[in-house]
């Protein structure tokens, strides 16, 4: 049970990791440090006191970036295979298997996970900045941020509820993509 409450946490934390890269990291840390979780000795430095000034500091600046117009696009750029990496590290970090299907499901499952919001996120910025020239960004930064903080904290708490959540959440955007497909195959036969 142990494992797979550690699979559900890994999950959500990388969830969170395709919204904002460091949120989740820092409250991993934090959560590390009170004792909340149980990182591996391999994975011991994310529950340090320096990893916590690292990773509240990129935090910092990870934030302000996306509320500064234009830069939110090439964060976009840089953080998409940052959240796949992250999501990855999120995922090994907590779960006991042996290596290879640590390491397999950590990339499947964990940035797997992280690239799929990342690219939601990164769709619905794309949308925003395309409708409101630009203007409406600040809003989807607001959301991410608050979707970021809300997913870290329910996998550690309430790590199913949490993965269970991220599976709505997948199936409410395939169903999206899915019957815009079927509306431009439509459009183009009729």
Do not use: H
């Not at 964060?75 to 640590?102: C, H, Q, R, Y």
């Not at 799929?116 to 941020?145: C, D, Y």
Request: net charge positive.
């Amino acid at each position: 049970m142990e494992t797979i409450l550690g699979i559900a946490v890994g999950i959500g934390l990388s969830a969170a990791c395709g919204f904002r890269i460091f949120v989740p990291l820092l409250i991993m840390n934090l959560a590390a440090l009170s004792g909340q979780i149980q990182l591996p000795a391999g994975f011991a430095w994310i529950g340090n006191t320096s990893a916590t000034v690292a990773f509240a500091s990129a935090t910092i600046i990870e934030v302000i970036c996306y509320y500064v117009p234009g830069t939110d696009q090439i964060m976009d750029i840089i953080a998409t295979p940052a959240a796949v990496v992250a999501g990855t590290i999120m995922t090994a970090s907590l779960t006991e298997l042996s290596p290879f299907f640590k390491w397999t499901l950590a990339l499947i499952a964990g940035g797997g996970v992280a690239g799929l919001v990342q690219g939601s996120t990164v769709s619905l910025r794309a949308k925003s900045s395309i409708t409101t020239m630009g203007t409406g960004n600040f809003l989807v930064a607001t959301l991410e941020l608050i979707g970021a903080v809300i997913v870290a904290l329910l996998a550690i708490l309430l790590p199913v509820f949490c993965l269970i959540l991220i599976i709505l959440f997948f199936v409410f955007v395939f169903r999206k993509i899915g019957r815009l497909a079927f509306r431009e195959k439509q459009t183009k036969t009729g």
